[in-house]
């Protein structure tokens, strides 16, 4: 009765204010290098008035590893941990053109903590038909080792800047074109791993990981979305990245919708391709004269050649009016994600599935 | 300046006809919009962050570094 009462009230509540949405949503992530992740997502959003959203959430990453990374650094048995994320915005709109978003995102885990601020402003003009957009982002984050005090930690910071712009082409197309910089400041390489040091043919030794303190990101993007028919539609990209550690990255992607009338049901099909160039001081075997050690070393994967394919099929369907629910809508999707690595020597590639699931609800 | 040269390479991009209100209607479609499935697009752009080298102008937010 009392849970009747509260309901009531809230459902009331958010009458008064105007639309509301909850979305619940989970992934799950499993790799054959004995990888797994599960993370459920809850996010409300409630519309305050015509020109006034406010939306919050809570994620978290449940990851039990045993990946070669992890055996080879200093936990021999893999490791569990949860990472919790929250996240509340602001989305204002003071013109039927304009909008600005603000955002705040703390997360924490047992070795890793990081409070971001976002700004989004949007702003639509020639009849709405050029949308540019400019994203800005800080995140001060912390790293260190799980059970280390927090004092003994390291800083972590990172600036970013996003220009953007959507275009509507004709009645069926819209393209956008994308330029992100990012300048990551501190201490960038893992608290855990150590790097092999061959001095000699018999003698090697391991010394912890060492990054350059400064990475400044550019990456570049060009999309392009066409509707077939009022039921089919295409979708293709490419990504062109480069890093002043000199990886070099290319991602192209495409994919396929199908929509029934008043998109009751959606179904789609999409695939990504990847590749990037290894960083400018990883090797995959370091040699060096006895006693010498390379400034920067890394037995990142990560920084390392390679590329990777990911595949996917999705459903949606929209089961209309549910319970106190104006609308609800459920999603479901799986991929596959082929990844290889041909400079990491302990790990020739990787193969992942991942399944999500979410339901929406607009009341 | 800058908007000036914007406009002109949009209309070689697409033409200066107007798409007026009534004829979006394809283009309000979900299938449409980049931001229809935030949930999804933030679970696969954390995912493939934490596995690949680069990162960027995808529209990802939000810090942790999550598992590698």
């Known amino acids: ?363 | 300046m800058m908007r000036a040269a914007l406009l002109l390479v949009l209309a070689l991009l697409g033409g200066c006809a107007p798409v007026h209100a009534w004829q979006r209607g394809t283009l309000a479609s979900r299938c449409m919009s980049p931001d229809s499935r935030p949930s999804e697009s933030r679970a696969r752009t954390h995912m493939l962050g934490a596995r690949e080298g680069s990162s960027g102008a995808s529209g990802e937010v939000g810090g942790g570094c999550g598992c590698k």
């Open chain 1, 1 to 363: 009765m009392r849970l009747q009462v509260t309901l009531a009230l809230l459902l009331g509540a958010s009458t008064a204010f105007g639309d509301s949405r909850a979305t619940a949503f989970v992934s799950a992530y499993s790799d054959d290098d004995n990888l797994t992740v599960v993370s459920p997502e809850l996010s409300l959003r409630q519309e305050l008035s015509d020109r006034v959203d406010v939306d919050a959430a809570y994620e978290a990453d449940i990851i039990s590893a045993a990946s070669v990374d992890v055996m080879t650094a200093a936990s021999p048995h893999g490791y569990s941990e949860v990472r919790h994320g929250l996240s509340a915005g602001a989305t204002w709109k003071p013109e039927r053109e304009i909008t600005f978003a603000l955002r705040y995102m703390p997360s924490w885990e047992t070795d890793y903590s990081s409070h971001a601020l976002s700004l989004r402003t949007a702003y639509e003009w020639l009849e709405r038909r050029l949308e540019e957009r400019l994203d800005a982002r800080v995140s001060f984050d912390r790293v260190g080792r799980a059970g280390e005090p927090e004092s003994q930690w390291h800083d972590l910071h990172l600036v970013s800047l996003g220009p953007s712009l959507s275009y509507v082409l004709d009645r069926w197309t819209v393209a956008n074109l994308s330029y992100e910089v990012q300048a990551q400041s501190g201490f960038q390489q893992s608290a855990y791993r150590f790097v092999p040091i061959r001095w000699s043919g018999t003698t090697t030794v391991s010394v912890p990981e060492e990054h350059p303190r400064w990475r400044v990101r550019h990456a570049f993007a060009l999309g392009v979305r066409r509707a077939l028919s009022r039921h089919w539609f295409l979708s293709g990209g490419y990504r062109l990245y480069r890093d002043s550690w000199g990886v070099t990255s290319h991602t192209a992607d495409a994919g396929i919708q199908h929509a029934t009338e008043r998109e009751r049901v959606i179904v789609g099909f999409d695939a990504r391709g990847y590749y990037q160039g290894e960083a400018d001081f990883y090797e995959e075997r370091y040699a060096r004269a006895p006693g010498t050690f390379p400034t920067f070393r890394s037995r990142d994967k990560m920084l390392s050649e390679s590329w990777s394919v990911l595949a996917g099929l999705r459903g949606e369907i929209g089961l209309g009016p549910l319970g106190f629910a104006e609308d609800v809508r459920v999603a479901v999707r799986s991929d596959v994600y082929d990844q290889h690595f041909l400079t990491f020597e302990p790990l020739e590639g990787r193969r992942a599935f991942i399944f999500q699931l979410g339901a929406s609800a607009e009341y």
